[in-house]
């Protein structure tokens, strides 16, 4: 770890900055030590927890590089130096954080694997997005069978609405039918009447 805060800097925001920074680093320290005893999901939120803590000391690198300027050039080669140690101490910690990230069998427990073909539960998962595209397309069948009975019942009530419709002009064209042919009797009857006079 770095050197002990000087008091004789020249700045005593620079040296807050510092003794901010260790707090943030032996905080950041402690999360990296659990990390590597923890798998799945409280594995996964003590990964972000140190993210975040990394993240708030390169914030902090930020305002001491910016900071570092204001100090009198006698004693910034020994400020220099800290904030050397302070960089490569955290770079350490981005190291050691990425390679804890990127162990993939502790951050998903053991549901991980590199090989897709022996990993039971892919299988089960691929077999139930299966079932469930194949539901899909059922139900869209379902659905279209469905509109397609509607409509035929739609156009059967309309043919059956024109045959009731033609069966009554039918009737009526009957009806008349007879009574022009009640007509047609009497003026035959008329004219044989006329006819014999």
Request: overall charge positive; glycine content about 4%; charged content about 35%.
């Given at each position: 770890m770095s050197n002990p805060l000087d008091t004789d800097v020249g700045s005593e925001l620079f040296s807050s900055y510092e003794a901010e920074l260790k707090l943030v680093q032996a905080d950041l320290s402690q999360k990296l030590d659990q990390i590597s005893e923890l798998s799945g999901e409280p594995r996964k939120a003590a990964v972000r927890q140190a993210e975040n803590s990394?993240?708030?000391?390169?914030?902090?690198?930020?305002?001491?590089?910016?900071?570092?300027?204001?100090?009198?050039?006698?004693?910034?080669?020994?400020?220099?130096?800290?904030?050397?140690?302070?960089?490569?101490?955290?770079?350490?910690?981005?190291?050691?954080?990425?390679?804890?990230?990127?162990?993939?069998?502790?951050?998903?427990?053991?549901?991980?694997?590199?090989?897709?073909?022996?990993?039971?539960?892919?299988?089960?998962?691929?077999?139930?997005?299966s079932g469930t595209d194949r539901l899909d397309r059922s139900s869209q069948r379902l659905r279209e069978s469905q509109r397609i009975a509607n409509e035929t019942e739609d156009i059967g009530r309309g043919t059956l609405a024109d045959l009731n419709t033609q069966?009554?002009?039918?009737?009526?064209?009957?009806?008349?039918?007879?009574?022009?042919?009640?007509?047609?009797?009497?003026?035959?009857?008329?004219?044989?009447?006329?006819?014999?006079?």
């Open positions: 990394l993240e708030e000391a390169n914030d902090l690198l930020d305002q001491m590089r910016i900071e570092k300027q204001n100090i009198p050039s006698a004693t910034r080669s020994r400020i220099n130096q800290r904030f050397r140690n302070f960089e490569s101490d955290i770079d350490t910690a981005k190291r050691q954080l990425k390679e804890l990230s990127s162990d993939k069998k502790a951050l998903f427990g053991n549901r991980y694997t590199d090989e897709p073909d022996g990993d039971v539960q892919l299988e089960q998962r691929q077999q139930l997005l069966r009554e002009q039918i009737m009526n064209t009957r009806s008349r039918l007879l009574e022009s042919e009640g007509y047609v009797d009497r003026s035959v009857k008329t004219l044989r009447t006329m006819g014999r006079r």
